[in-house]
């Protein structure tokens, strides 16, 4: 799928290696100090079978933490039927606001009128790119149609873990931003955003990138966690320099919460047709199951967790939404269910154990 360029999209696709002054957000999370705390990633479940089966399959073997699923997208309903099969596995919603594809296409579960809703194009579909989407949205439509996508997958019998912006959009505007994380506070499901540390914020003016004083102040005012780092698995010309900057990029990871985000496909004639990127997603599915990369990995100094972990230890440590439900309660609860002995809440299991978070030992 295009990965969004967009100056916005920066305070999700952060790809500096700046010094940490301030206490990580790893660190508030209960995590040791200086530890590297790792997300493996993939979104656009749902987009079609080829995305969807590699992340089940990865889910279940250990080598994703955490996916993200396009409710408004075709192949949704299976993917909610094996979520539905395997509740324990970190599922986000991917909110989808584009459909960037030529002859591959999805509407919005709102405002389908062309005639009168901003988030379509004259046939009705989303938006392809974000630069349209981000001149014609109207933001309450943006919120109804998020706040749709959200309760659609709910409904699935899917309790989001996260949510996602696909193709980054909710970062073009302020407004959109705005909305966005308080979409998160309001259903009190994290929002994958990134911390702004001043050292970042310089980092990006030092690029080019300026974010206005309301987007970074949005941002601070966010009180779910929030990443210190994010990053895509790098593209190369080869399978084999590609596992070399994935290698290069897990090495220069600085301490703090950190989200890598693959996007795993099986080849196929279809995926060839509707991803202009197909080999790169290939190749990202054989790294996500090469046994130089378990070894690799299993060798780094590195946590691996998921966002329910991630809220748990949010929830206990304070962050408790009033007179809800949390995390935490899930969390412990899911452990029960596995006879989890751990005095912690949170348990850790090995790499081949599918269950919430993951440590290669």
Known sequence: MMRALVAGITILVAVSQTAY???????????????RVVILYADTMGASYEFSRPGQELLVKGRLNSVSVMSPCPWFEEFANWSRENPQHDIGVCLTLNSPGQLYRWRPLTGLNSKTSTLVDPKGYMWGTELQLGLMADPEEIRREIEAQIAKVRAAGIQPTHLHPFMGVLFMRE???????????????PAVVLELTPEKIQHFRDGGITLSDEMIETVQKYRLPKLDDAHFVPEADSY???????????????????????????????????????????????????????????????????????????????GQRPGKR????????????????????????????????????
């Open 21 to 35: 002054s301030q206490e990580t957000w790893a660190e508030r999370l209960g995590y040791p100090a200086g530890k």
């Open 175 to 189: 407004d959109l931003l705005k909305i966005y994380l308080e979409t998160a506070e309001k259903n009190w499901i």
């Open 240 to 318: 084999e320099k590609k596992r070399d900057q994935f290698y290069e990029l897990v090495n220069g990871l600085p301490p703090g919460l950190v989200q890598i985000t693959a996007g795993p496909a099986d080849k196929s004639l279809a995926l060839e047709a509707i991803a202009p990127h197909w080999q790169q997603r290939v190749w990202e599915n054989q790294l996500l199951n090469d046994k130089a990369v378990h070894d690799f990995l299993k060798k780094q100094d590195v946590i691996f967790t998921n966002w329910r972990e991630i809220m748990a230890r949010f929830e206990n440590a304070g």
């Open 326 to 361: 949390g995390a935490a309660k899930e969390q412990e609860d899911l452990g029960q269910k596995r006879d989890i002995t751990d005095e912690a809440v949170v348990r850790i299991p090995t790499f081949e154990e599918p269950q919430l978070s993951i440590k290669f030992e």
